[in-house]
């Protein structure tokens, strides 16, 4: 069960670039882009909303007007949603201390704070509660992966007191890493330098942990998921679909694949592991889609195999062509029998010619 607290606030940073996912983010920001059939912060917003947040400031900076238009005051989801917007970026610690300013939290209470490209399962109700009871400065809710050198590297006593915070470290110490969801006391932010750039990872924690104050882990192992580079991204998307993670925000039964109103998958084609077809997309007759993103307006072509791969909004795949760990940018038209594999890459309205690029003479 999970277990929801009166009132919550929380911070969301959405500013980064996103650039580990270009050219998808050239358009939109990684927080908007469209997962499982709705823009990915929707289901951090309901699954928040579930554990009793109920006000939230967005810390935008990479283009910041995008995200009012798409989730207004928040009425819609339960929620009243407040924008703060960064002149230029500040950085995770200058952002939450910008955004900080459309807080009502008096100075002892708690406040969640979450990176903006995480899918969680773990039970922020309870990160908050031993927050308190162990009057934290700081809780960190901490996951563990198989390469902690990406990630920020936390390593904790055997009373869950964080001993150092280590930021992309070449020579991490465990493989327990921050999983981008904290519980803040109110005062503690009020202490990062206003109008500054200032990293959480790199100076705020590390400081925090010098100067004796209390930061504190959250060890958990539940689904847990950094969507910021293509393959996790498609990842998210699909585990979305499949309930692997349960969300409130999925537009429709968890399955094999969701399609989005209009959609047309032929009856003819082949789409399973979790696919998402967007809104009036066409999957024509011997096509197969696995795993994978197709967004709005795209059509498969006849025949063709799409794998792990995201399609952008309006992209051409036509017939016979197979990606595999693709991503095709909004417009894009890969023309009939291409091979697209690992991490292959096509520019916004790009148009490639039949078979302009393959990667092996058997398909
Ligand atoms: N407003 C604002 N301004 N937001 C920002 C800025 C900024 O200048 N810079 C980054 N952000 C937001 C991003 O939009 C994202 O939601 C969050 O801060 C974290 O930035 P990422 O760029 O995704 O960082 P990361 O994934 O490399 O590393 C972070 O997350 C890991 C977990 O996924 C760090 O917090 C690591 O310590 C952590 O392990
Ligand atoms: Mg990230």
New binding site residues.
């Given amino acids: 069960m999970e277990s929801s607290l009166p009132d919550l606030e929380a911070i969301l940073?959405?500013?980064?670039q996103?650039t580990r996912l270009r050219p998808l983010t050239l358009g939109t920001p990684?927080?908007l882009l469209p997962t499982a059939g709705v823009p990915f912060l929707a289901h951090q917003l309901a699954r928040a909303r579930s554990f009793g947040v109920r006000r939230i400031v967005f810390?935008?900076?990479?283009k910041a007007s995008m995200f009012e238009p798409v989730f207004g005051d928040g009425a819609a989801l339960g929620l009243e949603l407040v924008y703060m917007t960064?002149e230029e970026?500040?950085?995770?610690g200058?952002?939450i201390r910008n955004?900080a300013q459309g807080l009502t939290a008096g100075p002892a209470d708690p406040v969640l704070v979450l990176?903006?490209?995480?899918l969680s399962g773990h039970d922020i109700g309870d990160q908050v509660r031993r927050h308190v009871a162990r009057e934290a400065a700081v809780t960190l809710h901490l996951t563990e992966v198989d390469d902690p050198t990406?990630?920020?590297c936390v390593p904790t006593d055997d009373e869950d007191r964080v001993t150092a915070f280590l930021?992309?470290t070449p020579t991490p110490v465990t493989n327990r890493?921050?999983?981008?969801c904290y519980v803040f006391t109110r005062s503690v932010i009020d202490t990062i330098p206003a109008g500054e750039?200032v990293s959480?990872?790199r100076q705020t924690f590390p400081g925090l942990i010098a100067s004796g104050e209390l930061v504190l882990g959250y060890p958990d192992r539940t689904y847990w998921l950094?969507v910021?580079t293509p393959a996790a991204f498609v990842r998210g998307s699909r585990d979305l679909v499949l309930g692997r993670l349960a969300s409130p925000a999925l537009p429709g039964p968890a399955g094999e694949f969701l399609t989005l109103p209009g959609a047309r998958v032929s009856a003819e084609a082949k789409v399973t592991g979790g696919t998402a077809v967007g809104a009036r997309a066409v999957v024509e007759a011997g096509a197969s889609v696995a795993g994978s993103v197709l967004g709005d307006d795209c059509v498969i072509g006849e025949g063709a195999s799409v794998t792990d791969s995201v399609v952008g909004r309006g992209a051409h795949v036509r017939s016979g062509t197979v990606l595999r760990d693709a991503v095709i940018g909004d417009r894009a038209v890969v023309g009939p029998g291409n091979e697209l594999l690992a991490g292959s890459r096509v520019w916004p309205g790009v148009e490639l010619p039949e078979c302009a690029v393959r990667f092996s003479s058997d398909v």
Avoid: W
């Fill in positions: 940073l959405v500013g980064g996103g990684k927080p810390a935008t900076s990479y960064e970026p500040l950085g995770t200058g952002a955004a990176n903006g490209d995480i990406r990630f920020g930021e992309k890493i921050n999983a981008g750039v959480v990872e950094d910021g």
